[in-house]
């Protein structure tokens, strides 16, 4: 990619991942010679960012933001607006403001190969991501010639603790009493004081969840049993809402209980696996055992409150999901994959798309040749080792994100090598 200073580069950032990320790179792209400004829409927004003169606060009324928006680019010359999470409304509107105006936009998401990567693109994430559209032989073409094996998912997140605490702390910000945000309005639909409450609760059950993930874990080990592993999403993921198929949780455990009632065989068992950062405002457990019954599988079915997912995986014969990005664990490990929603792995080489009872009866597993160009390419353009909630790992991403940032290029821009193989035709595996 060509690459350039910043200093003909005017930087907008709007709302970060929790903690101080956002603010540990506008420092980054000063130091590079572009201006850079914060929008804050909250005291958390605020509270976390180090350079106040460059600070725009947004009061106004959430149905004036586009206009807002507009006039802020406007004023301040904006280059460049920058982001986390394309889906929650004050950032889709301001994309769709910067996209009218000419004004590059960039997106910043949770890794596609988590645990231990970010993500970087260019106008939209997730199922508004480039990678949506490009095909696996066209990423072949790209990185031309065999190339050195990527390297392994670790086993464990690393920045959970840090993830958990930022969360709660900025919650606690943005309860705090002000005029100036009096009209802000959080984008998962309950108040802030009760995701505050939800921070503190995850805090003070984890010990509980630990030893309940021991107990559930050492049955399945110990008894033997193949088991289908279930890939559990928050129920206020964007992904989830915006890019899946099901009306919300509940749905999606209805159709996965139903149909492996269906089509698995009687030996097996299904495991659900919540999301690391589950926090208990919908009550899967109770819903789980519910379901089970309904279908008499109470002794078949499992809920796993969080934790590792490798050792899961590890033993699991398949792994069903809506479209969490947790796939690509499953993925790299050869395991067959079930994905309902859009996924920027959702590719036929990758995926099965056979009807779910019939997917447990008999899973189709992937053409692990097409993984390991599809991962491949994901590390080589928009996965960023490292991560937002931890000083080791921001540390990590600002090696490389200014610089991506700066250059003229998408990370996806294809450009064949001179070493590239003919275009290839990959075998559905199975």
């Given amino acids: 990619m060509t690459q350039r200073d910043g200093h003909d580069r005017r930087f907008l950032l709007l709302q970060g991942p929790h903690g101080p990320f956002f603010d540990r790179l506008g420092r980054g792209l000063r130091a590079a010679g572009a201006e850079v400004w914060r929008a804050g829409f909250n005291r958390g927004d605020e509270s976390f960012w180090s350079g106040p003169e460059r600070y725009a606060p947004v009061s106004c009324p959430p149905a004036d933001w586009p206009e807002t928006c507009a006039a802020l680019i406007r004023r301040l010359g904006i280059t460049d607006l920058v982001l986390y999470g394309d889906t929650r409304p004050v950032h889709a509107a301001a994309l769709e403001v910067a996209r009218a105006a000419g004004v590059r936009r960039h997106v910043f998401e949770e890794g596609y190969l988590r645990p231990y990567w970010v993500t970087y693109e260019r106008d939209g994430a997730n199922g508004n991501s480039a990678l949506m559209n490009l095909t696996i032989p066209q990423m072949a073409a790209h990185l031309g010639g065999a190339g050195p094996d990527a390297p392994a998912p670790p086993a464990r997140w690393g920045e959970m603790r840090e993830h958990v605490f930022y969360g709660a702390l900025y919650h606690a910000l943005v309860m705090a009493p002000s005029r ?3 009209h802000f309005r959080p984008h998962r639909g309950v108040p802030v004081s009760t995701e505050f409450a939800l921070h503190l609760r995850r805090l003070a059950l984890l010990p509980a969840h630990a030893a309940a993930r021991f107990a559930a874990a050492r049955e399945l080990q110990w008894g033997g049993f193949a088991y289908h592993l279930v890939l559990m999403q928050l129920a206020h993921d964007a992904n989830l809402r915006h890019h899946g198929p099901f009306a919300g949780m509940e749905a999606f455990l209805a159709s996965v209980i139903a149909d492996f009632a269906a089509g698995a065989p009687a030996h097996q068992r299904l495991v659900f696996k919540a999301h690391p950062l589950e926090d208990g405002r919908s009550p899967l457990p109770r819903l789980i055992r519910r379901l089970a019954r309904a279908h008499g599988l109470c002794q078949r079915v499992h809920f796993i409150p969080g934790g590792k997912l490798a050792p899961l995986l590890d033993g699991a014969r398949s792994a069903v999901t809506v479209n969490s990005t947790a796939g690509q664990q499953a993925l790299w490990r050869g395991l067959p994959v079930r994905a309902f929603g859009a996924a920027v792995y959702a590719k036929p080489e990758l995926v099965s798309d ?18 390991s160009i599809f991962r491949r390419f994901l590390l080589e353009t928009s996965q960023i080792p490292g991560g937002y909630y931890a000083r080791r790992g921001r540390d990590q ?12 290029a998408d990370p996806y821009t294809l450009e064949a090598r001179p070493d590239a193989a003919a275009p290839q035709h990959f075998r559905l595996a199975g």
């Fill in 180 to 182: 100036r945000y009096r």
């Fill in 354 to 371: 056979q009807p779910l009872a019939a997917f447990f009866a008999d899973p189709r597993p992937p053409d692990m040749q097409a993984y």
């Fill in 397 to 408: 991403v600002m090696r490389h994100v200014v610089g991506m940032m700066l250059a003229e």
